[in-house]
Structures are given as C-alpha cells and as structure tokens.
C-alpha cells in the first residue's frame, strides 16, 4: 500500500462524515416506494359492474409452479357457453411471486398489487379464498375496466348460444 491509497481512502471516509444524510426509514411511519415492475400479493379483479372477471379456465393453476392456486369452475345457469369460478383458492405460504399466474390470464382477472405487509402469526392465515382475493383486489385496483361486452359489441354476438341448440342433460333435468 502506498500513501497515496491511505491518502484516497482517508478523503472517502471523511467526505462521507461531513455530507452524512441517513438513509433509514421510520418503518411503520414512513414507507418504502416501490418499483413499478414490484410483485407483491395476488388478487381477484373485477369489473366496474362489480361482476368477477374470473372465468374459471384454470390457466393460471395450470401455469403455477409451486402449485398455489387451485380453481373449481362451473357453468353459469341459463348459459352453457359462459363459465366462472365457483372457486378459487391460494396457498401464500408457498408462491414464488414470479407472476406466472397474471400472464397467463386471458381475461386480466389476477392482478399483482404492492402490498408487502403480510406478517401473520398464524400460517393457516395465509390461505386465502375467493372472498379474500376479491376484497384485496377491490383495495388495491379501485380503478376498474368496462365489461368485455360493452368494450368489443362483436364479442357480445358472438357469445350468444345459437337459437335451437339441444340443451345439456344437465340443463334438461333441472
């Protein structure tokens, strides 16, 4: 080591004493911003109807790594071609966060939100059903879209049953 080393090292050190800004946080009084890109807990969205836009495909169980999401869907009464997710429910104590799950909805109806507070005493806490997803959804997306019928009118005559079509043998029987 030379002098001039000790020299540079010692005008580092003491430029940081004379210009100290600190960098901690009050934590729970003041809170971090985060990036835009964050992904933070999963959330149910819905329509500014107030209807699910979840159509209950299974592509986001499908697509889960870590297996977190399990969805049981069924038919809508009265229309056999439209479908929803009777129910869904989420393991948080084993997702990746990876945000698999949100690129893989084709109906934009997960969403991943920036809240990063959810320390439990209680890990049973963290299985969250679809009521819980919903209510995180509507705190953290208060924003929300127009169904997909009012946005594209082609969409909405294109998903009507054809006139005369046989009904399922479920539909018959109740």
């Not at 209950?56 to 969805?71: H, M, N, T």
């Not at 997710?85 to 990746?96: I, Q």
């Not at 208060?142 to 946005?151: A, C, G, H, T, V």
Request: aromatic share 10%; charged share 25%; glycine share 4%.
């Amino acid at each position: 080591m030379t002098f001039y080393e000790l020299a540079m090292g010692m005008k580092v050190t003491l430029r940081h004493l004379l210009h100290y800004r600190p960098i901690t946080l009050q934590y729970p009084h003041e809170k971090r911003l985060l990036p835009e890109n964050y992904r933070g807990m999963l959330a149910l969205l819905r329509y500014d109807d107030g209807t699910e836009k979840c159509v209950g495909c299974d592509l986001c169980e499908a697509v889960c790594p870590s297996r977190v999401i399990r969805v049981i869907s069924a038919e809508v009464p009265n229309e056999p071609i439209k479908r929803y997710a009777k129910e869904y429910d989420m393991d948080m104590t084993r997702c990746l966060f990876c945000g698999l799950c949100v690129q893989a909805c084709p109906v934009d109806a997960l969403g991943m939100t920036r809240e990063y507070e959810w320390a439990v005493y209680n890990k049973r806490n963290l299985h969250l059903n679809k009521e819980q997803l919903l209510a995180i959804g509507d705190r953290s997306f208060p924003n929300r879209e127009k169904r997909l019928e009012f946005q594209h009118p082609n969409v909405a005559f294109f998903n009507l049953p054809f006139p005369g079509q046989p009904l399922k043998e479920s539909q018959t029987l109740t």
